[in-house]
């Protein structure tokens, strides 16, 4: 009894699992935005361009830092100049420790920055059994340079395009994902509807050419019909196997697409309900230019461009630092004394350098960023003619192919409603062979033109909510 139980459970196991897995193409869409390779892909680099903004954010915020030399021992000879202008090998050991603890605040605007630093010195002479301490208690300083190019004030203007720019190309990698997606899921569905139309028309030649074989015995046929019904029999038998490999292949490309292990066989279901938009091409283009990161990446190129030759300009000619710092200072036998009656600590520092003589380079380098930023300009004005055209080319193409599918989807119904009658006269010997296999063929190919149609379709539809980043069926935009 338990034996039959346990098969009685296995063989229904096997009747599931040969149950094919029914799909549509929103199922197989949001399989890859979340099972693809891409679709990980894209979230992997969504979150690196967000780090790397956090980045650059903290980069202007006040950085606080210890640094120092913990310990810093020397045990060795030195040599040391005599009164008389000899030299001796003195021996040392000593331990010249420091620790600085300092607050920095980056200033966008001047591209310099200010700090507050805080400052411990410890000397141990290890030969004479003596220790010093040195110390700034306290201290603020500035480093500005003067005359040079502000890295600071650019990247505040670029960095949060690149990173508005990196969230768009997310959402469009996203769409991208779709578009492929539509693609491998109506490859299969062609295949799968080539092998269903192969096996059809196999069933169908094979019970013509049974029905023909009584014909031909009452004399109401001619054997050149005959072979002919032979003839497409084993076309058909052809046929059905080579569509059957290429439903299988395509089949393999899609698992492999969206990520999909389940080893049951796909079943995809016709998207005969298209989604009729009325697109005003102006509107696609305003919301494309308002959404795409290729917009955005219009106006960051433009930028970089002026960087460039902001960078040029100031490189080529004078140069100036100035460091400057006011504290308090001591120095003592203890610790405390550091802190005792500390004296006044300033530091003023300024560094140039002046080019005198280049031979033509600073104007060289300077035309030649000049020369770049109008490439850059010219480059730009072309994509945005080519990107106003491609969204034009397939807000048209888009209209154009609703009414196609409707087209097809009817001659589809015609042609299977005249093959039926064409089979039901040549039943009744009303109808030759060669009459009967141009309509099989015409069914076919209404079938296909009709299943092709909608690709066309599905594949604009996706297309132009890639293109602007817009959902026009609910009219808003796309968000990740």
Sequence with gaps: ????????????ASIAYAQPQQFTLEDVVQMAKTQSIAGKQAATQKQTSYWQYRTFLAGFKPQ?????????????????????GTISFQPISNNNSILNLALTQNIALTGGSVFVQKQIQRFD????????????PFA????????????????????????????????ESMEKVTV??????????????NLQIAEKNLSNSDTLYKIAQHKLELGKISQNDILQLQMSVLTAKKEYASARQNAETASLSL??????????????????????????VESAIKEAFSNRSDAIAFRRRALEAQR???????????????????????????????????????????????????????????????????????????DKLTFEQAIYTQVTLLQMLQQQVKLTAEADGIGQQRYQIAQNRFILSDLSVT?????????????????????????????????????????EKIHP
């Excluded at 997606?181 to 299969?188: E, K, M, P």
């Excluded at 030759?309 to 405390?336: H, P, Y």
């Excluded at 033509?360 to 930023?373: P, S």
Aim: no cysteine; proline share 3%.
């Design 308 to 382: 460039d030759v902001d960078k040029a300009r100031k490189d080529n000619g004078l140069n100036a630092t100035v460091q400057a710092a006011f504290g308090l200072s001591n120095r003592g036998a203890n610790l405390g004394d550091i802190y005792i009656r500390p004296q006044d600590r300033e530091y003023l520092e300024i560094q140039f350098v002046l080019p005198i003589m280049t031979w033509g380079r600073a104007q060289a380098r300077t035309e030649t960023a000049k020369a770049n930023q109008q490439l850059t300009r010219q480059s730009v004005e072309q």
């Design 435 to 475: 009459d009967l296999g141009i309509a099989m063929q015409e069914k076919d190919r209404a079938r296909r033109d009709a299943i092709l149609a909608l690709r066309d379709y599905w594949t604009a539809f996706y297309t132009i909510r890639l293109l602007t980043l817009y959902d026009f069926e609910r009219n």
């Design 125 to 136: 002479d290890f030969q004479r059994d003596n220790r010093l301490y040195n110390g700034i």
């Design 64 to 84: 606080l830092s210890l640094n120092g030399s913990l310990p810093n021992f020397q045990r060795s000879f030195t040599q040391v100049t005599q009164p008389d």
């Design 1 to 12: 009894m338990k034996n039959v139980f346990l098969f009685i459970l296995l063989l229904n």
């Design 180 to 193: 492929l997606a539509t693609g491998y899921y109506f490859d299969l569905l062609v295949a799968q509807v």
């Design 255 to 280: 698992r492999s697409y969206i990520g999909y292990r389940d080893d049951r066989k796909l079943e995809l279901v016709v998207p005969v309900q298209i989604r009729e938009l009325s697109i005003n």
């Design 140 to 171: 603020v300083g500035i480093t500005q340079p003067l005359f040079q190019f502000n890295a600071m004030k650019w990247d505040r203007k670029i960095e949060p395009l690149k990173y508005e720019e990196s969230t768009q190309f997310f959402i």
